[in-house]
Each structure stands twice: as C-alpha cells, then as structure tokens.
C-alpha cells in the first residue's frame, strides 16, 4: 500500500505542484486517475474561482460558488465536487496511479475523495494526495500511520511516483 502526500505552504502552491506532477507523470507513461486544480484569478475579485480537471482529460468543472466580495465561508460546490469523484472513479480501474489534489474538509469528514483514496489502495493503486496545513491532523488520522510526506521537489516526487507504479527511471 502506497500512500504519500505533499503539503507546501502558500497559497495555490500544492495546486500548481501537483498539476506539474500530472504532468510529468503523464509523459513519462503513467495512466493517471484524479484531478489538478486551476485557481483563477479574475478582475475586481478578492477570491479566485476554483476549477478541477478531472485526469486523465477532462472535464473542467466550476467547484466554487460565486458568492461575491463580501461572502465569508466555504465557497465549494459539494455537488460539483461529487461529480469530480464520480468521473474519478470512472478512470480508476485503468489507473497506475491516483492524484487528488486536496485532500480538504469534505475528505476530513469523510466525504469527497476519501472513499476512493481507500478504494484505490485496498485495489493496490498508489495514491499522492495535496494536504495543507489545517487539514494536515485529519490528513493524519484517517491515513492512519501509512502515509509518507514528501518533499516539494519534482524530482523526487517523480521518482517516487516511478518507484510505487514500477517504471524505470527517465
């Protein structure tokens, strides 16, 4: 069972990280199941809209709600994000390797990706999960001592990545 994580400070950065994994995982063979996020910025607004890609091709999907300037609290579309894992899910049967770019307060509470992370490791698919901070002692709890953190470097995510799906190295 091969589960490990990356946690890097600021924000946006575990989202940009991990879309360059995909990335390179995906170039260097590796069928991918999961998602990368795309925080974008617009004109006049103080939070940026959050979209997944649904890996290995799409969709994109709109996971924020536009709730204004001025709206405090959690922006995700928990029905938008359901439909994120549902496509998830979809690829996983074919899939060397799966990458969920946060593992948030849905999955804390047991929800939203969580119950593919288990799925996919009890079917021996290694899993690389984004956790930031607030999230990193639920993150812990429910990896449940299996889980290993990396660091924020390509490179040995890579070979990480090449290690648990078996590929020799580039």
């Not at 995906?26 to 910025?41: C, F, K, P, W, Y």
């Not at 490179?155 to 990545?161: F, G, P, R």
Request: charged residues 20%; proline residues 5%.
């Amino acid at each position: 069972m091969h589960l490990a994580y990356v946690s890097l400070p600021g924000r946006g950065a575990n989202d940009r990280f991990l879309a360059a994994i995909a990335e390179r995982a995906q170039a260097a063979g590796l069928r991918l199941a999961g998602t990368v996020q795309v925080n974008i910025q617009r004109e006049g607004r103080i939070k940026c809209d959050m979209d997944l890609r649904v890996l290995p091709g799409g969709p994109v999907l709109r996971i924020s709600e536009d709730r204004g300037n001025g709206a405090r609290g959690c922006r995700l579309d928990a029905g938008v994000l359901e439909a994120a894992v549902l496509g998830v899910t979809a690829a996983l049967p074919g899939a060397d390797l799966l990458l969920v770019n946060k593992f948030g307060k849905q999955e804390a509470d047991g929800r939203g990706f969580a119950p593919l992370i288990a799925e996919a490791l009890s079917r021996g698919i290694p899993v690389l999960a984004g956790v930031n901070g607030l999230n990193l002692p639920a993150f812990q709890a429910f990896a449940d001592g299996l889980a290993a953190p990396l660091a924020a470097d390509q490179a040995l995510v890579m070979d990480w990545c090449r290690r648990v799906c078996r590929l020799q190295p580039a």
